[in-house]
């Protein structure tokens, strides 16, 4: 497993940082690693988004497109009042 130093972090940003950290009951070290997991999508991930999204491709395209006018939300209200 790799290693990471970070230099020159802003103090406003560190104090942001640690009170995260402080929050969720962690270390710095692993605020950090869960902030890198939540926002940096690994290859494994982009791939099951691709995969994801191809599949709702399909799935839009199978589905039967409804043709004609839909009725107004007014329209709509008044037959659901009539009832």
Do not use: C, Q, W
């Amino acid at each position: 497993m790799a290693t990471l130093y970070v230099e020159n972090v802003p103090d406003e940003l560190y104090e942001a940082l640690r009170a995260r950290a402080k929050l969720h009951r962690r270390s710095i070290t692993a605020e950090v690693l869960a902030l890198l997991e939540d926002n940096l999508p690994t290859k494994r991930e982009l791939k099951r988004r691709a995969d994801l999204l191809r599949k709702l491709d399909r799935l839009s395209a199978s589905l039967k497109r409804v043709h004609g006018e839909f009725p107004s939300v007014e329209e709509m209200i008044r037959e659901d009042r009539s009832r």
